[in-house]
């Protein structure tokens, strides 16, 4: 799977790609997604490893996304992300099931 097909389901659910939290969020979804040996990597990993990537801290990692998230959410998004992902949830989700969710839904519809 390309990232851009990360970026275009990110897009087409609302997220804002001029959050700083954009590429992380981006990088993560791909990585969760991408890895069917693990599918329950945990946020922690993901964090980490999109640090090194970055390099920038997991703190500032996860402060980014839960910025864009909230932002995300605060936007009345919840309908869009249900819309697409067919989830039951219309949020706030916490980061790890919003990126739990989107991973699936790319595995699921063979995006890779």
């Excluded at 990110?10 to 954009?22: E, M």
């Excluded at 990597?41 to 996860?62: G, I």
């Excluded at 864009?68 to 706030?92: I, K, M, R």
């Amino acid at each position: 799977m390309e990232k851009t097909i990360v970026s275009e389901l990110l897009i087409r659910i609302g997220v804002n790609p001029s959050y700083r939290g954009y590429p992380y969020l981006t990088h993560i979804i791909f990585q969760a997604s991408s890895d069917e040996d693990s599918p329950f990597l945990t946020s922690k990993a993901l964090y980490q490893d999109t640090a090194e990537y970055f390099h920038v801290s997991p703190d500032s990692v996860q402060h980014s996304i839960r910025t864009l998230l909230d932002a995300y959410w605060e936007q009345g998004n919840g309908s869009h992300f249900c819309a697409v992902t067919g989830y039951p949830n219309a949020g706030p989700l916490p980061p790890k099931e919003f990126i739990a969710v989107l991973a699936d839904y790319l595995r699921r519809n063979k995006l890779r």
